[in-house]
């Protein structure tokens, strides 16, 4: 049970986003620019590193819906995606991608933990500053988006099917879009 | 140095923000809404939640904004939140806020180390769910916050009038205008 007053037929996220639209608001339109914005790393990868940082963090929500974000955007390789989650050095993605995750990782632990090799490995893997500095922020904004959600103890069905389906939708429409079902129509336009 | 080329002159976050505006701005619009917005928690209660998570993550640019926006909300009271980041349950502080502490210690920790037992004794202390709800995300989204920081290795210089001046900027006029200009800029002006 969550350990506020959250509405019930919403999981996740969506249920802390619904409580408090004014807050959502800004968190949508943050994951909105990190993961679906212009960009030269693809939505695929940005999720991965979203669902890489969520599943570092053992939020089961955010790294399933992530997870199911991550493979609409990558014809539906769910098999890449848990690849990444386990064992992300010897996954099928670019040594570029890999060098991200690492610094990922790093943020995850902690800002102090990135090391200048790390940045230096990425860049030497063809990074650039802006594709650095957003694989740090999705980092970090995932530490708080997997605080957010385990933090209020939101409910989380293991309902692999609903997160799928979810997934589609969201690489589909983006997270603005979609939050507009949950949200007041004045604070999701 | 920084891990990317940053904007020279500008500390901390306010680098970061200039690098990149497009996710500065629902940055800068969580923290407004979350630190400066109409709450039942004063100002002051919730810049000394912001700067005692950002002193756990041992960030020293956050900390020490934050501890001047909360020293300024406060009648320039710098011991107490000194008080507050060193020992917060011996500090000058409503019992209601140390238990919001409580929850935000363990939130920066991950958020599956929130306690029933907490939020138990918070809402005893007089707590609304919506206080909860906010401490929870100041807590996550400076996980964020210090995360980007340090994470990118941001300059971050030991000068404490230039926080003092920050501080009063925050409390004065919130956070969805820069609390500090680059030198080259107030040069041409």
């Not at chain 1, 010897?90 to 790093?106: F, H, Y």
């Not at chain 2, 991950?110 to 100041?138: C, F, M, Q, Y």
């Amino acid at each position: 049970m969550p350990h506020i007053q959250l509405p019930e037929e919403l999981p996740g996220i969506r249920a802390a986003m619904a409580f408090r639209p004014e807050t959502a608001k800004p968190l949508n339109e943050l994951v909105e620019v990190l993961l679906r914005g212009p960009n030269s790393l693809s939505p695929g990868e940005r999720e991965l590193i979203a669902t890489y940082v969520s599943s570092e963090n053992d939020c089961y929500y955010c790294q399933t819906i992530h997870g199911a974000i991550a493979a609409a955007s990558l014809n539906d390789d769910e098999t890449l995606v848990k690849k990444v989650k386990h064992d992300f050095q010897n996954a099928a993605i670019s040594d570029k991608l890999k060098a991200l995750l690492v610094i990922a990782g790093q943020v995850q632990k902690g800002g102090k933990h990135v090391t200048a090799e790390a940045v230096t490995h990425a860049r030497h893997l063809g990074a650039t500053d802006l594709e650095i500095h957003d694989t740090v922020l999705i980092a970090a904004a995932f530490c708080m988006f997997n605080r957010y959600v385990d933090g209020l103890d939101t409910t989380q069905p293991r309902d692999e099917a609903m997160y799928r389906e979810r997934g589609k939708r969201v690489a589909r429409d983006g997270y603005v879009a979609v939050s507009k079902e949950y949200l007041p129509a004045e604070v999701s336009s | 140095m920084p891990h990317i080329s940053l904007p020279e002159g500008l500390p901390g976050i306010s680098s970061g923000f200039a690098f990149r505006p497009e996710t500065a701005k629902p940055m800068r619009e969580l923290a407004h809404i979350l630190l400066h917005g109409p709450s039942t928690l004063t100002p002051a209660e919730r810049e000394l939640i912001a700067t005692y998570v950002s002193s756990q993550n041992d960030c020293y640019f956050c900390q020490t904004s934050h501890g001047a926006a909360a020293a300024a909300h406060l009648g320039d009271d710098s011991t107490l939140v000194e008080e507050v980041k060193q020992d917060f349950l011996h500090a000058n502080i409503s019992e209601k806020l140390k238990a919001l502490l409580v929850i935000a210690g363990q939130v920066q920790q991950g958020g599956k180390n929130v306690l029933p037992h907490s939020i138990g004794k918070a809402r005893r202390e007089g707590a609304t769910d919506l206080e909860i709800h906010d401490t929870v995300l100041i807590a996550a989204a400076f996980s964020m916050y210090n995360r980007y920081v340090d994470g990118l290795a941001t300059w971050q210089p030991r000068d404490q009038a230039m926080y003092s001046s920050m501080g009063q900027h925050l409390a004065t006029h919130g956070y969805l205008t820069p609390s500090v200009k680059a030198p080259t800029l107030e040069v041409t002006k």
